[in-house]
């Protein structure tokens, strides 16, 4: 009860300040929002309601309560490759249960490089020097059990932005910037409930207050984001198992959409308060099949929809992951949709992810066949 009445106390004060920060402008440090493991970025980024692995920290940290053992979690990407350039982006995790505290203390890094610059003045095209540019996010968290059914996680996050190395002409700052956020998260997970196969996850995350490289009227609220997922296990015997999830998300500040005028010959910029059109979609499926506590094998497929005003994300992904003993593999890879499809900067990006976990209770690891 008291851990109930403790949580609940930290849901409010976080509830209450993301009411504050629901009417501002756009969000700032977006690399805080991408999908950072292989296995879920194969699912359509698809992961609150599943959430069974130490990438959970991202998706949703309550699935944290209902794991056991450690696992440790790297995934690597060449992020946006239609561009050509040297972004990259990596991700680490860690969980660890403790019997002691009745729960698992969780961490992670996310590290996002945008590759080297040139600085430039006023005057003219001359380079005047070279900078490296990259996002850092550290994660620390715990997870629990309320009750069987129920399980909270929370993160502590230090963001630190390093887009300039020094003063731009006259402006005040140098570019670089530091500050804090929180998750706080729920999953539902019912025993008596389709046999034990269903799962309900629910993940506010980037609460925090606004990021300021220059001053602090210029500063950006950071993108405080709420996820709504479920996973369903339809099929599972002794050697396959098949999981269908579904996501839905909305950033909770507000975002610019891009329409044409009366002439459409221009492109207007407004800030647009449609609901429906500001939410994101997502569903994946992942069938495993393989001789429990031996090999395993995975495919996944997923597909992602954002509206056409609101940035136009509309990609299909397709995974696959093997695992072996404690270690696991994951990769995925994204095609998108539609006219400007080869183009398309996110087109053909592949993430890779290596997972080892020991010491874990097989009955706790939803997503695997049983024996797993």
Do not use: C
Not at 72 to 97: C, E, K, M, S
Not at 103 to 131: C, D, H, K, W
Not at 293 to 308: H, K, L, N, S, T
């Amino acid at each position: 009860m008291k851990r109930i009445f403790i949580f609940m106390s930290v849901l409010a004060l976080m509830l209450g300040y993301v009411n504050k920060i629901n009417a501002q402008g756009e969000a700032a440090v977006p690399f805080l929002l991408l999908a950072p493991d292989s296995r879920y970025a194969g699912l359509g980024e698809s992961g609150t309601g599943l959430a069974d692995n130490s990438s959970a920290i991202f998706w949703n940290p309550a699935g944290i309560a209902f794991q056991s053992g450690s696992e440790v979690g790297i995934t690597h990407a060449n992020w946006l490759p239609q561009f050509g350039l040297d972004l990259t982006y990596d991700y680490v995790t860690y969980r660890q249960y403790i019997e002691a505290i009745d729960g698992s203390i969780t961490a992670s890094l996310t590290y996002m490089n945008y590759g080297e610059f040139q600085r430039t003045g006023s005057s003219g095209p001359e380079v005047i020097g070279t900078f490296n540019s990259f996002d850092i996010g550290a994660t620390i968290g715990y997870a629990t059990k309320l009750s069987e059914d129920w399980g909270v996680g929370m993160n502590f996050r230090f963001i630190y932005s390093n887009l300039s190395d020094v003063p731009t002409e006259n402006e005040v700052g140098s570019g670089v910037a530091s500050t804090v956020s929180f998750d706080i998260a729920g999953m539902w997970r019912p025993q008596d409930f389709l046999g034990g196969d269903f799962s309900l996850g629910l993940n506010i995350s980037n609460i925090g207050p606004a990021i300021s490289y220059i001053d602090q009227a210029q500063a950006d609220p950071l993108p405080t984001n709420t996820r709504l997922g479920f996973a369903y296990r339809v099929m599972q015997d002794e050697y396959n198992s098949l999981t269908l999830l579904g996501d839905v998300s909305k950033l909770l500040v507000n975002r610019k959409s891009s329409v044409l005028d009366g002439d459409t010959t221009t492109s207007v910029v407004k800030v647009s308060n449609d609901f429906m059109k500001s939410l994101e979609f997502s569903a994946g499926a992942e069938y495993w099949y393989g001789i429990p506590e031996d090999f395993m094998f995975a495919v996944r497929a997923g597909y992602f929809y954002e509206d056409p005003d609101f940035g136009n994300r509309n990609f299909m992904t397709f995974g696959a992951g093997i695992r072996y003993d404690i270690y696991g593999f994951d990769f995925s890879y994204i095609s998108t949709v539609g006219s400007d499809s080869e183009n398309h900067p996110l087109d053909g990006t592949l993430r890779f992810s290596l997972i080892i976990g020991w010491d874990s209770v097989p009955e706790k690891t939803f997503g695997l066949p049983r024996g797993i």
